[in-house]
């Protein structure tokens, strides 16, 4: 039986004991909201980026369109939404990429990714506490921003790859 030590608004940290293999062992998980993260293509070809700052690490980092899924709310619909709460775009066509698990050793968290295309222009509806900048760039800068370390958020490193791996290639899981 599991016991929450800690809860919060997208985070909650479980005590529970498991058998292991015929031993006890009482481990401490990590449950946070499921995320959603977007590579967004506009009809230039060059893909929105986000310069968003990070209080918990007091810096500003290159992303890609991120943000958690609300009870009762699906991945797809929860990347529409954050899409245009960020960057003020709309996707016409959305397509899931994959899903992860996005730390196992800590947690149940699953880690959506999708790929949206045919944006228009919607209303940028940034929550109070986001300190973001939307910027373009090719898939050619994305290469260059990860070379120099300038792209290293882990959700967005892995975000690139499946869009290299299934949209640049045209192939889709």
Known sequence: ????????????????TLDMRGRKKT????????TVFVVARLPNGKLLTE???????????????????NDN????????????????YVA???RHLATIFGSPGWGRQRWHFFYATKLR???????PDEVLTVKEASPSA?????????LRDPASLLLFFFYSCYVKKGRYP
């Open 142 to 150: 994305v290469r260059g921003m990860m070379a120099r370390h300038e």
């Open 73 to 88: 709310e699906k991945p797809m619909h929860a990347a529409v939404r954050e899409l245009e709460e960020e960057t003020g």
């Open 92 to 94: 016409g066509e959305l």
């Open 121 to 127: 222009k919607g209303r940028q509806g940034m929550d």
């Open 1 to 16: 039986m599991a016991k929450v030590v800690f809860s919060g608004r997208h985070l909650k940290i479980l005590e529970e």
């Open 27 to 34: 481990l401490l998980s990590e449950v946070k909201s499921d």
């Open 51 to 69: 310069r968003h700052y990070r209080p918990r690490i007091r810096k500003y980092l290159t992303e890609f369109v991120s943000g958690y899924i």
